[in-house]
């Protein structure tokens, strides 16, 4: 059964024989229930295919009629629209031309009542020209008498000033020479003093002029800070680059940056060969030649009143 089933001849064959051709047998049913199978599905996607087409045509011929009848319909809007308006240009030319006709009248009433406002209105305005040149002049009459007023107010606080201020400068010139005449006095007190009773004390005179001018300390940190930025900046630019901006060489640059740090450094007072005492007086005292009690008791006491001149 097994034999006519499979169409060969198993007599005598052995199990594996008889197995693999069932193997054999099985795997060509498969196929053949394969390739019927794809051919039945190749048979119904062909069909599918041709609904799916005659399909689209159908599809194409109701969109190509609803084209066409919307075309038309559009062409009679169209045609409709242009006559409809046709009429409304027609009676919108003939709603204007009433219109302009009964505008014409009434602009040419209120053009002549405008001209006549008008002359009214340039007569007004020659009165009130007429009113205000008035009232400038009479401001202006004001405004110069007041002037007038206020300079002559001015040279008398001018001359008064100029009298106060000779007065001043009198009072000024009297206090500058008594205070001459008590410096010079207290000086020649000090140096008679001095001359009787010579002390190791330098005179007052003398460290007065020895006194320099010394920039004050705004200035000096002004400068300070100055010199920091200058120090900062000259320490992050590039030297080299500078100096070739500038068409100089690099000893050049330099040395004009030191010539210009040495100009616009504040130097400080320096002693000066008078500084340095005159003849005995800035040498020291002789042995013996007495205690300080007796070099000091010498010095006139100036009164209060004297001193506080003098400082």
Known sequence: MAEQGLGISLKGASEDEIRQAKRNHAIREREKEFEKKREEDGNRKQEELDAAKRQ???EE?????????????RAKTRADKKAKEARLN????????????????SANKKIFDLKEEHE??????????NDARDRKQARKDAERQKFLEQKTYREDLEVQREEKESDRATMRLVRELARVDDIKSACEDELRSFLNNPAPVPLKQVLAGRLRPVPTVTTLLAAHKDQR??????EASD??????????TLFQYIRDIKDKAESERIKPPEPVVGDMGRGSRSKSPKKGSGSPKSTTGGFKKASPKKAGRTM
């Open 239 to 248: 030297i080299p680059m500078r100096a070739l901006l500038r068409k100089q």
């Open 56 to 58: 689209v045509i159908e």
């Open 120 to 129: 009214e209105y340039l007569d007004g305005v020659d009165n009130a020209m």
């Open 90 to 105: 027609k009676r919108r030319d003939e709603c204007i031309q009433k219109r302009e006709t009964k505008w014409l009248a």
């Open 229 to 234: 930025e200058e120090l900062a900046e000259l």
């Open 61 to 73: 011929e109701k969109q190509r009629a609803r084209t066409m009848a919307y075309l038309a319909n």
